[in-house]
């Protein structure tokens, strides 16, 4: 395979992982509904690379189903059991974006 094959490959790789992260913001801004997520569990992970990969999971309510999901985070500040605002977009609740920087009271 020649060279400008993988950088054209890579380039478009790119360019579409871009398209898919501003489409995804847009739409939770159009659309999004703002909720309460509360984070369940904290993993943290040795990866081979002498860094650490840390996972929070959190589950939040909508349309009165539970639903849950995982990011990796940065901020060793949170803890298992606080709750934080969650935008979510009411069409489809997996579409999530967990918001650390802005914690609340639970209200359950």
Not at 50 to 74: D, E
Not at 86 to 103: A, D, G, Q, R
Request: charged share 25%.
């Amino acid at each position: 395979m020649k060279k400008w094959h993988v950088l054209l490959a890579i380039g478009l790789l790119v360019i579409f992982l871009v398209v898919k992260i501003s489409w995804r913001n847009s739409l939770l801004k159009r659309t999004g509904v703002e909720g309460i997520a509360q984070v369940e569990k904290i993993v943290v992970a040795d990866e081979i690379r002498r860094n650490q990969t840390t996972t929070a999971f959190f589950m939040f309510f909508a349309n009165g189903k539970k639903y849950s999901g995982s990011t990796h985070i940065l901020n060793d500040k949170i803890k298992e059991g606080d709750c934080y605002e969650v935008l979510y977009s009411e069409t489809n609740p997996k579409i999530v974006e967990i918001n650390f920087s802005k914690k609340v009271e639970c209200e359950w």
